[in-house]
T-cell receptor
Framework: GDSVTQMEGPVTLSEEAFLTINCTYT??????LFWYVQYPGEGLQLLLK?????DKGSNKGFEATYRKETTSFHLEKGSVQVSDSAVYFC?????????????FGRGTSLIVHP | NAGVTQTPKFRVLKTGQSMTLLCAQD?????MYWYRQDPGMGLRLIHY???????AKGEVPDGYNVSRLKKQNFLLGLESAAPSQTSVYFC??????????????FGPGTRLLVL
């Protein structure tokens, strides 16, 4: 079946450091890929997405490129801020049999210190 | 436009008690979902619905029932609560036009403690 694997957290960085959160996936079809962010005490919200190979999703300084050859969708940001502290979820939606069944990774906690 | 709302925000139950969690969305979305979030487990899909009057099982459906009598509401029921159902429950919805490119919109969550 489909699965998403994210790097273990927490990831702890100083403000203005470079961020990478790794995400790899397995899918039976040709999925769309997503990053969601969950701030403390809130529900998840979409950060960015990509729907086909080599697409780059971007938002709020975050980027991720859909790499079909390596089945990866790593999240990057050039300079993190304290306000980026949150839990980040990689997710995919596949299309087996024409149905939409979302699959989420376990989440990676990011802690940014001033 | 409230988006996705969940009621209640927090609840404590005793083992064996029943309760219903309510999810409401005002975006005219076709698809709705219930997830549970446990430490180190990410989000796991309990049940989902692809339209009014329809429901389907997700990854972890046992011990839960759902109903979608109105398009804007999706109810999650626990008939006989167990401590293993202590979790944070999230409702989500999406447009349902194509499915695979769709963004999910999440509610703020319901924290449930079963003693």
């Amino acid at each position: 079946g489909d699965s998403v694997t994210q790097m273990e957290g927490p990831v702890t960085l100083s403000e203005e450091a470079f961020l990478t959160i790794n995400c790899t996936y397995t899918a039976t079809g040709y999925p769309s890929l997503f990053w969601y962010v969950q701030y403390p005490g809130e529900g998840l919200q979409l950060l960015l997405k990509a729907t086909k190979a080599d697409d780059k999703g971007s938002n709020k300084g975050f980027e991720a490129t859909y790499r079909k050859e390596t089945t990866s969708f790593h999240l990057e940001k050039g300079s993190v801020q304290v306000s980026d502290s949150a839990v980040y979820f990689c997710a995919l939606s596949d299309r087996p049999g024409g149905s939409y069944i979302p699959t989420f990774g376990r989440g990676t906690s990011l802690i940014v210190h001033p | 436009n409230a988006g996705v709302t969940q009621t209640p925000k927090f609840r404590v139950l005793k083992t064996g008690q029943s309760m219903t969690l309510l999810c409401a969305q005002d975006m005219n979305h076709e698809y709705m979902y219930w997830y549970r979030q446990d430490p180190g487990m990410g989000l796991r899909l309990i049940h989902y619905s692809v339209g009014e009057g329809t429901t389907a099982k997700g990854e972890v459906p046992d011990g839960y029932n759902v109903s979608r009598l109105k398009k804007q509401n999706f109810l999650l029921g626990l008939e006989s609560a167990a401590p293993s159902q202590t979790s944070v429950y999230f409702c989500a919805s999406s447009y349902g036009t194509g499915g695979f490119e769709e963004t999910q919109y999440f509610g703020p969550g319901t924290r449930l403690l079963v003693l």
